[in-house]
T-cell receptor, first 114, second 110 residues
Framework: GAGVSQSPSNKVTEKGKDVELRCDPI?????LYWYRQSLGQGLEFLIY????????KSGLPSDRFSAERTGGSVSTLTIQRTQQEDSAVYLC????????????FGPGTRLTVL | DQQVKQNSPSLSVQEGRISILNCDYT??????FLWYKKYPAEGPTFLIS?????DKNEDGRFTVFLNKSAKHLSLHIVPSQPGDSAVYFC?????????FGTGTSLTVIP
């Protein structure tokens, strides 16, 4: 597996339920980003992890959103008490280091909140 | 508040001609710019980048131009090929965060 993988590829949930989205970055990449793309919008930055540093959470839209990265590798984005406006494609990307390095994106998770 | 804007949601070009995709930004602190290409059901893939110290970067059929005074970025694809049909996103960075435009859907007509 050379690329970034995400699971599930599609998730349909009911309003008010919690969801967890998973990202497996490319091995050796120290930087990991989460974005979301709502219909007709660009990619919206959510959170950034770099090595063992404290994550940059400035893009998280509300306290219902949280993310963790265990062991500097796999990351999980959790959305609690989902709302219909959370429906979007959630994309994960990784890169070798911070800043000026190409980000490699996963295929995304399409979340639909009914 | 959209700091990176792609005002053309779609563009159609004849095969063999030049495709020009445009991008405008508002933040003068941005110092690194990228273009990504996205096919349906796939994540974006990196295409080409440019630092703010340059005004042009070329890679094969792809050239990115940066006009800092106008806060304008463009991607030229020449000659355009049907396989270039995709959504193109421009992105800008100042530090950790990357700001993406809404994308331009390019269709290259054979």
């Amino acid at each position: 597996g050379a690329g970034v993988s995400q699971s599930p590829s599609n998730k349909v949930t009911e309003k008010g339920k919690d969801v967890e989205l998973r990202c497996d970055p490319i091995s050796g990449h120290t930087a990991l980003y989460w974005y979301r793309q709502s219909l007709g919008q660009g990619l919206e930055f959510l959170i950034y992890f770099q090595g063992n540093s404290a994550p940059d959470k400035s893009g998280l839209p509300s306290d219902r959103f949280s993310a963790e990265r265990t062991g500097g590798s796999v990351s999980t984005l959790t959305i609690q008490r989902t709302q219909q406006e959370d429906s979007a494609v959630y994309l994960c990307a990784s890169s070798f280091a911070r800043g000026r390095n190409e980000q490699f994106f996963g295929p995304g998770t399409r979340l639909t909140v009914l | 508040d959209q700091q990176v804007k792609q005002n053309s949601p779609s563009l159609s070009v004849q095969e063999g001609r030049i495709s020009i995709l445009n991008c405008d930004y508002t933040n003068s602190m941005f110092d690194y710019f990228l273009w990504y290409k996205k096919y349906p059901a796939e994540g974006p893939t990196f295409l080409i980048s440019i630092s703010s110290i340059k005004d042009k970067n070329e890679d094969g059929r792809f050239t990115v131009f940066l006009n800092k005074s106008a806060k304008h970025l463009s991607l030229h694809i020449v000659p355009s090929q049907p396989g270039d049909s995709a959504v193109y996103f421009c992105a800008a960075s100042a530090g950790n965060q990357f700001y993406f435009g809404t994308g331009t859907s390019l269709t290259v007509i054979p």
